[in-house]
T-cell receptor, first 114, second 110 residues
Framework: DGGITQSPKYLFRKEGQNVTLSCEQN?????MYWYRQDPGQGLRLIYY???????QKGDIAEGYSVSREKKESFPLTVTSAQKNPTAFYLC?????????????FGQGTRLTVV | GENVEQHPSTLSVQEGDSAVIKCTYS??????FPWYKQELGKRPQLIID?????GEKKDQRIAVTLNKTAKHFSLHITETQPEDSAVYFC?????????FGTGTRLLVSP
């Protein structure tokens, strides 16, 4: 069953801790994205990756880090430097056939700082 | 970088009416403009998209128009139904960088 999977669905973090959100896809997509969703602010781009071992900062990269060691995986680490990490995080992937194509989303991870 | 603005933030219509959501983008290099629908508690899903070499595209009750000169594109939903109630996002993409608008909450009342 092909798709994009995020885990965990819910995550609680203590202040000062780093936490890593998982995103895996078996769609053979080249591009992967991380977005943060807050009420009334839409989907804000954190990081994106077009190929393995390469990634670019989005609009709100401060306090986050990513890696792209495998085509299938694009984990996001929320570091202690992120001052307001409580949010809903969405991962997406898309392919590239000479043009941009549909992005498919995971089911999201809701992160809460306690 | 790309900036996408979306209006209105909320839209209430009666069942059967039409709904229009408008977006503007800043990067003239953007060439792909998808629209996503997000129902409560679910992931965003593509409902229609348009490329920069096309001015209009229709799919049953949904249509999207693109004005490259003015850098704006719009979503049109005709004969709205209660199940159309959701948050709608526009987006603009250049070379694989996909940037979203802030979303429109559409409420269709029976």
């Amino acid at each position: 069953d092909g798709g994009i999977t995020q885990s965990p669905k819910y995550l609680f973090r203590k202040e000062g801790q780093n936490v890593t959100l998982s995103c895996e896809q078996n769609l053979n997509h080249d591009a992967m994205y991380w977005y943060r969703q807050d009420p009334g602010q839409g989907l804000r781009l954190i990081y994106y990756s077009q190929i393995v071992n390469d990634f670019q900062k989005g609009d709100i990269a401060e306090g986050y880090s990513v890696s792209r060691e495998k085509k299938e995986s694009f984990p996001l680490t929320v570091t202690s430097a992120q001052k307001n990490p409580t949010a809903f995080y969405l991962c997406a992937s898309s392919t590239w056939d000479g043009m941009n194509t549909e992005a498919f989303f995971g089911q999201g991870t809701r992160l809460t700082v306690v | 970088g790309e900036n996408v603005e979306q209006h209105p933030s909320t839209l209430s219509v009666q069942e059967g009416d039409s709904a229009v959501i408008k977006c503007t983008y800043s990067d003239s290099a953007s060439n792909y403009f998808p629209w996503y629908k997000q129902e409560l508690g679910k992931r965003p899903q593509l409902i229609i998209d348009i490329r920069s070499n096309v001015g209009e595209k229709k799919d049953q009750r949904i249509a999207v128009t693109l004005n490259k000169t003015a850098k704006h594109f719009s979503l049109h939903i005709t004969e709205t139904q209660p199940e159309d109630s959701a948050v709608y996002f526009c987006a603009a993409a250049g070379f694989q960088k996909l940037v979203f608008g802030t979303g429109t909450r559409l409420l269709v009342s029976p």
